[in-house]
């Protein structure tokens, strides 16, 4: 408590509190996953037209499977 | 980075603010402000709500007294025309000073709907974004935005019900954007459209009768075409078989099999057969060379007089004979026996006249043919135009009701007047239209006949004209009735067939059909069905990871959260046997119910806990500290830049006051957060001062002496003023004991006074050391002539003291205590002496 009276003090910035939530999310969904291509789609410009967007991602996600000739599902665990 | 400070804060007509505007500084580190109850502590904190929100979240918290909010926010007591407003300085992370100023435009009303205000920054109107954009303030998530704590936001969190507690916590732990995410990715299923192709309709349409319900599953479970047509086939085959009709092999056949029953069933229900027609196309007026022939064979024809045209016949038949085509020189004429008449010469000049009628004999020819294949086409048009009208139009009224035709069933069937009124209408039109264009056929071939009757002498091409004009014409007044008849009769045909067939008992049956003539078109529906299926499931799994995850995000952050809180509590209750131990999710899958532990210990090391529910087992004073701890737990996390505080520390809490007093602040400052406190309790207020001095601390009091000019906040840190405010509370009491109490104080305050004047003159005069601390413990009697004899500048002062002291001073054996206007004016009379000798001596 011997700090000069008009100086602020500086806080410990916390590695971990860096991460936002959707950076947290983002590390429990599987990679490569339909969570994570709508979580990019969410993501990338403003709300309004998300829907939109994250079906242009669901509609996307079919057509790589397709390409790859694999059975689209939305979880690989 | 910087955090946002408060330096200045403003605040006219809200709540207990009235007509005097208040403004006080703030230093960055901390503030205290005292005041007694009800003198405008909570209005304060409320106003900095307001500022930052926009809001009071009182009245969001307490969902079930909106109402009583209503006009809450404007003091009661200001002019109708007087602003309401609250704005702050704001120290901002670009080091830039920029004013907020929220105005109230609306109170809140009765109902659910809020208040309304308009923000400005710097004089400018702003967006309530702005506040975060440009102020460098994070709100935290609704109901709890902004950083300051009141009681009913302790009570709130162990009050509250599973699903607002879960929302709490859920703002609390800043995850609303995830649950926001998580609702998106759930709401695509409905937006995703299911494929609609006209098979799919069948389709559901046929697995709506009975028996056919298990070949349709096997139907959709097909994995190819050939297996939709084997399983197709077996349908309409246990189908026909139903039905003791003997299928036949092939699917195509099978169809018409089913079709041709139906029509049996329905015709002998209603004849529907006799809406059929056939389709119509239009005549082209392009296909006929007619004009142009007769165009060429009236001027080829004016060429060749009369009389050439009449002889050329005789003239061929002459060249034929021997004697022309042999070149004789001399010859008699075999026509007219004239001797010697056909002469070479003559034979060449007949030869020469035949020559110059070729051309018009071809243009005749053409004509001739353009007249006969225009009269051919009309005949097919006429036969089209008849079969293109329904039949019941074809047939006659009486074999119309003998099949049961008429409009009177029509009507029963359909049930819709509005559709068959339409309907009717659109016969009518067609009908008639349909006889017009007939008769205009007619005419049409009347006219070829004409000129084929009177081809020599014909020349009227602007009649040929006219009348194929007119033929057009009726051909396109028939074709629009022929559309609007087809769209009316689509509208009847949909409810008078299901009426139909559910009297015959063969709904389903005309779709049945159309999937077995089309196999592949129900393939191809069944593989986007399969498609839309396959997304749909896709999403509901990623729901569920979502779901799952966030849980998983929303435990990390507990966990952060709870050490923090454990953090917070320690500072407030170390060494208590009871401790916070942790905020949780009931269980992996909960999302609705947030428990917070604690752990009970018999030992003060708390060895051996006990984990039990806070709300179960902590007293009330426990839960207000775990509320606090939460609270600065919630505001480091989001690193805000200041907190204001109303009353953290229960007045039955006395124990704790000094660990939040040193402990709690300095964590705080530490954190890099001002910290502003609200107190009703006068040795925290001083506590705080005293302790904090060397950073700065800056004290304040709030009173409310005047309703109108409401709350008034003044820059005290002498114990005199604070002394002189806490009395003014009592004095007007009508309570007996409240105005003894108030006497106490102003007696207090007296001998404070007296001893400020002596100290100070005993400085004023190089006793340094002098300190009012040298008169504690004596009676004023014993200093009191000497303060009388400091009170030079008006000789009744002397008197007033003493006698302002005599009023507030009971005898020994005077249990009365002295009256609302002796203490008033003992009072009075000690704030004048305060200003003259104090003040501004």
């Not at chain 2, 389903?508 to 839309?532: K, T, V, Y």
Request: proline residues 4%; hydrophobic residues 40%; aromatic residues 6%.
């Amino acid at each position: 408590m011997d700090n000069n009276p008009m100086e602020e003090d500086q806080p410990t910035q916390d590695p971990a509190s860096a991460l936002s939530n959707t950076d947290r999310l983002r590390l429990h969904l599987t990679k490569e996953g339909l969570g994570v291509a709508l979580l990019d789609a969410w993501l990338s410009d403003d709300r309004t037209d998300a829907p939109k967007r994250m079906i242009d991602a669901i509609n996307n996600f079919y057509d790589k499977k397709q390409a790859k000739n694999e059975p689209a599902t939305a979880t690989e665990d | 980075m910087n955090r946002p400070r408060l330096q200045k804060i403003e605040i006219h007509g809200f709540r207990s603010f009235g007509t005097s505007q208040q403004s006080f500084d703030l230093p960055p580190t901390v503030a205290v402000l005292w005041g007694a109850n009800s003198q405008g502590k909570t209005s304060l904190a409320e106003a900095m709500e307001f500022l930052l929100t926009g809001h009071i979240a009182r009245r969001e918290l307490l969902a079930s007294t909106k109402e009583e909010f209503s006009d809450s926010l404007r003091n009661v007591h200001i002019p109708e025309n007087a602003a309401v407003f609250v704005a702050a300085d704001i120290l901002c992370p670009d080091g830039q000073i920029r004013r907020l100023k929220r105005s109230l435009t609306e109170d809140y009303k009765k109902g659910n709907q809020g208040c309304i205000s308009k923000i400005e920054i710097d004089n400018q109107p702003y967006q309530e974004a702005d506040i975060q954009n440009r102020l460098g303030i994070k709100l935290f998530q609704a109901p709890l935005s902004a950083p300051v704590l009141a009681q009913h936001t302790l009570a709130y969190i162990f009050s509250a019900g599973p699903n607002d507690r879960a929302s709490y916590f859920r703002a609390v732990l800043d995850t609303q954007d995830l649950e926001d995410f998580r609702a998106a990715v759930a709401a695509l299923s409905a937006q995703i459209l299911a494929p609609s192709s006209k098979e799919i309709g069948f389709l559901q349409t046929v697995e709506s009768i009975p028996e056919l319900a298990k070949s349709f599953v096997l139907i959709r479970k097909s994995k190819a075409q050939e297996d939709v047509e084997k399983n197709l086939l077996a349908a309409t085959t246990t189908f026909l078989t139903n039905l003791a009709i003997t299928p036949s092999g092939q699917l195509a056949a099978q169809a018409t099999q089913i079709e041709q029953e139906l029509e049996r069933r329905r015709t002998r229900s209603f004849p529907i057969d006799l809406f059929g027609r056939s389709s119509f196309t239009a005549w082209d007026r392009n296909s006929t060379t007619l004009p142009q022939c007769a165009q060429n064979f009236i001027a080829e024809r004016a060429k060749i007089d009369a009389e050439t045209r009449r002889l050329v016949g005789l003239f061929k038949a002459a060249l034929l004979l021997p004697q022309a085509a042999e070149g004789h020189d001399l010859s008699d004429c075999p026509l007219c026996g004239s001797v010697d008449a056909l002469t070479s010469a003559r034979i060449e000049s007949i030869r020469e006249q035949v020559k110059a009628t070729d051309t018009y004999q071809a243009s005749e020819k053409s004509i001739k043919q353009a007249l006969q294949a225009l009269d051919a086409s009309l005949a097919a048009l006429t036969t089209m135009r008849d079969g293109s009208l329904p039949k019941f139009a074809r047939e006659k009224p009486k074999a119309r009701r003998l099949k049961g035709f008429n409009l009177g069933r029509i009507r029963a069937l359909v049930g819709d007047e509005t559709i068959t009124s339409s309907w009717i209408a659109e016969t009518r039109r067609i009908i008639r239209n349909a006889m017009a264009y007939k008769n205009s056929i007619a005419a049409t071939r009347a006219y070829i006949t004409v000129i084929q009757d009177s081809l020599e002498s014909w020349n009227d091409e602007s009649a040929l004209t006219l009348v194929i004009d007119n033929l057009i014409a009726r051909q396109a007044q028939y074709a629009q009735s022929n559309e609007a008849y087809v769209q009316a009769t689509q509208a009847l045909a949909v409810p008078l067939k299901n009426a139909v067939d559910q009297s015959v008992n063969t709904k389903g049956w005309e779709e049945l059909i159309a999937l077995a003539r089309e196999p592949g078109s129900l393939w191809d529906g069944l593989l986007q069905l399969a498609a839309h299926d396959k997304k749909i499931k896709s999403i509901d799994a990623a729901v569920k990871e979502i779901e799952a995850a966030n849980g998983k995000v929303s435990d990390e952050k507990f966990s952060d959260m709870s050490i923090s809180v454990k953090e917070w509590w320690d500072y407030l209750r170390p060494d208590e046997p009871a401790f916070f131990d942790a905020v949780q999710r009931r269980g992996q899958k909960t999302k609705r119910t947030i428990d917070i532990k604690v752990g009970l210990s018999a030992s003060d090391d708390r060895s051996n806990p006990k984990f039990r529910d806070a709300v179960a087992v902590f007293s009330q004073s426990q839960l207000h500290c775990l509320g606090l701890s939460m609270f600065l737990a919630r505001a480091v996390q989001e690193k805000t830049g200041f907190i204001i505080m109303d009353d953290p520390v229960l007045t039955s809490d006395d124990d704790f006051r000094p660990n939040f007093e040193r402990s709690v602040i300095e964590a705080l400052l530490k954190a890099g957060i001002q910290v502003i406190v609200l107190t009703q309790e006068y040795s925290h207020w001083k506590d705080i001062g005293e302790l904090w001095r060397h950073r700065n601390v800056k004290q304040l009091q709030i009173a409310r002496n005047d309703p109108t000019k409401g709350s008034e906040i003044t820059n005290e840190d002498d114990d005199l003023a604070a002394m002189i405010t806490r009395a003014r509370i009592y004095i007007k009491s009508q309570d007996a004991n409240q105005r003894k109490e108030g006497a106490g104080k102003i007696r207090d305050a007296i001998e404070r006074f007296a001893k400020e004047i002596i100290v100070k003159n005993k400085r004023s005069n190089g006793e340094q050391i002098a300190s009012i601390t040298d008169y504690d413990g004596k009676p004023f009697s014993n200093y009191s002539q000497q303060a009388c004899d400091l009170l030079i500048k008006d000789r009744s002062h002397p008197g007033k003291l003493k006698t302002a002291y005599a009023n507030v001073t009971s005898g020994a054996h005077d249990d009365r205590p002295p009256s609302a206007i002796q203490l008033s004016s003992a009072l009075g009379d000690l704030q004048q002496l305060k200003r003259d000798y104090i003040d501004r001596p």
